[in-house]
Nanobody, 117 residues
Framework: QVQLVESGGGLVQAGGSLRLSCAASGRIFNFNYMGWYRQAPGKQRELVATVTNGGSTTYADSVKGRFTISRGNAKNTVYLQMNSLKPEDTAVYYC???????????WGKGTLVTVSS
């Protein structure tokens, strides 16, 4: 069993920054991929970024150059540094753990990010 808890969401003006954190507990070492996903109102959940245990990263085109995903030294924390935020980044951001994307095995409950114009 894996538990994921997100934090760090909030309200920020366009152009601002936020750092999201995901604290993982349980048998997290079974999952090579950790990722951030988001779901805007009325839209499907989409991939934002993933990071592997080896440190390889992938990003959605919409966030490349603005967002950075990383893992803590203990590998049980995943961060998403979000810079140059835009109103279209407004969404609930979820942390996910996966053995083999795109299928996600465990989800956190999400944290809301609101970017005002």
């Amino acid at each position: 069993q894996v538990q994921l808890v997100e934090s760090g969401g909030g309200l920020v003006q366009a152009g601002g920054s936020l750092r999201l954190s995901c604290a993982a507990s349980g048998r997290i070492f079974n999952f090579n991929y950790m990722g951030w996903y988001r779901q805007a109102p009325g839209k499907q959940r989409e991939l934002v970024a993933t990071v592997t245990n080896g440190g390889s990263t992938t990003y959605a085109d919409s966030v490349k150059g603005r967002f950075t995903i990383s893992r803590g030294n203990a590998k049980n924390t995943v961060y998403l540094q979000m810079n140059s935020l835009k109103p279209e980044d407004t969404a609930v951001y979820y942390c996910g753990a996966a053995r083999s994307p795109p299928s996600v095995d465990y989800w956190g409950k999400g944290t809301l990010v609101t970017v005002s114009s």
